[in-house]
């Protein structure tokens, strides 16, 4: 599985940008989709996975609101529309992917295919 993550850009607090995850090769076994941030000198953290057989969305408290995760599965593409966007929210994005879902999915040692990265920066 080849992800590419793209969108990211520099947007005013209160803003929106959507950000892209385009996923190639045997995509039909992933089960779980997600996305993480990690913003400078900080760990790499949880923002949202979309749980694809039960079509269950899981999100961050910090983010739950304001962003929303949605797949096109004909065009093999996972999104992250992310509204009233806060300074706090700058970070590089990644998507990420795993075959089954698991319980300890915000964990990032549990994905085993991941993006490039795409940053996202919030101006106040």
């Known amino acids: 599985v080849q992800l590419q993550a793209s969108g990211g850009g520099l947007v005013q607090t209160g803003g929106s940008l959507r950000l892209s995850c385009a996923a190639s090769g045997r995509t039909f076994n992933t089960d779980a989709m997600v996305w993480f941030r990690q913003a400078p000198g900080k760990e790499r953290e949880f923002v949202g996975g979309l749980r694809r057989p039960m079509r269950r969305t899981y999100y961050a408290d910090s983010v739950k609101g304001r962003f929303t995760i949605s797949r096109d599965n004909a065009k093999e593409m996972v999104y992250l529309q992310m509204n009233s966007l806060k300074p706090e929210d700058t970070a590089v994005y990644y998507c990420?992917?795993?075959?089954?879902?698991?319980?300890?999915?915000?964990?990032?040692?549990?994905?085993?295919?991941w993006g490039q990265g795409t940053l996202v920066t919030v101006s106040s």
């Open positions: 990420a992917a795993r075959m089954h879902w698991i319980t300890d999915y915000t964990s990032a040692r549990h994905y085993a295919y």
